[in-house]
C-alpha cells in the first residue's frame, strides 16, 4: 500500500505518544519519521527505527526521541568542538533527522558515525554510506563529531511522492494509536457527530 508523507507523521506521532510519549515527543517522532520516509531509498528505511522506538522506554537516556530534540534545540551545549560520545541510543537512525537540524542551526557541517556507518549533514544538504541504514534499528553507540575535515559521502535524495509500507504493519500500529482516542460517553455523543443520545436507527 501507498501512504502519503502526512500519513506517515500523524500515525507515527499518534503511535508514539499511544507508547507513552508526551504529545511534545510524540510530535517530534512524526516529524522525525517522517524525514526518514522522505528519504528512504535502499535499505535507509523509517519502518523499523519505529517499531523500535515503540518498544523501548520513551524520554530515557537512551532514546533518540528524547535525546534527539534536546540536542536540536541547543547545539551548541550538546556539541562541543570535536567529537561527542552519545552513548548507546535505541534506533540511532533517528538521530538523523535532529543532527541535520542541528547543523543547520550551527551553520555548520556534523557527521554521526554509527555502527561503522557514516552520515554527514551540511546546512544544506545531507549525505550518507548507502548500505547497512537497517542496522540503525538496533542499539548502537554514537558518535558526533563537529569541525575537522569531513568526508566526501553519496548524497541523500528526497522523495515527493508517497511511501511503500505493508497493510500487515499499518494493523500493528493500530493498538498504539487506539490509546489516544477519547473514550466514548453522553458528553462525547452529545457534543461530537452523530444523532448524540437518541439513535433510533
Not at 30 to 44: N, T
Not at 60 to 70: D, K, M, N, V, Y
Not at 100 to 128: Q, Y
Not at 181 to 189: H, N
Request: hydrophobic share 45%; aromatic share 6%; net charge negative.
Amino acid at each position: 500500500m501507498i501512504v502519503s508523507l502526512n500519513e506517515v507523521e500523524m500515525t507515527a506521532l499518534k503511535a508514539a505518544r499511544g507508547a507513552g510519549y508526551s504529545w511534545g515527543l510524540a510530535e517530534e517522532a512524526g516529524k522525525a519519521v517522517r524525514w526518514l520516509a522522505e528519504r528512504e531509498e535502499r535499505d535507509f528505511g523509517w519502518l523499523a527505527p519505529l517499531l523500535a522506538i515503540l518498544q523501548a522506554p520513551p524520554a530515557s537516556l537512551h532514546c533518540p526521541i528524547a535525546r534527539g530534540a534536546a540536542l536540536a534545540d541547543d547545539p551548541e551545549t550538546a556539541l562541543p568542538a570535536g567529537m561527542t560520545e552519545l552513548g548507546v541510543i535505541h534506533a540511532p537512525g533517528l538521530l538523523l533527522p535532529f543532527v541535520a537540524a542541528a547543523a543547520r542551526t550551527l551553520r555548520e557541517p556534523l557527521l554521526l558515525v554509527c555502527h561503522g556507518l557514516r552520515f554527514r549533514t551540511t546546512p544544506d544538504e545531507d549525505a550518507f554510506e548507502c548500505r547497512g541504514w537497517h542496522a540503525l534499528a538496533q542499539p548502537a553507540a554514537v558518535a558526533i563529531t563537529r569541525g575537522g575535515p569531513m568526508p566526501l559521502l553519496r548524497q541523500l535524495r528526497r522523495k515527493d511522492g508517497g511511501v511503500s509500507t505493508s497493510v500487515e504493519f499499518w494493523r500493528f500500529l493500530d493498538p498504539y494509536v487506539v490509546r489516544t482516542y477519547v473514550p466514548e460517553s453522553d458528553t462525547s455523543r452529545l457534543t461530537g457527530a452523530g444523532a448524540g443520545l437518541n439513535d433510533n436507527d
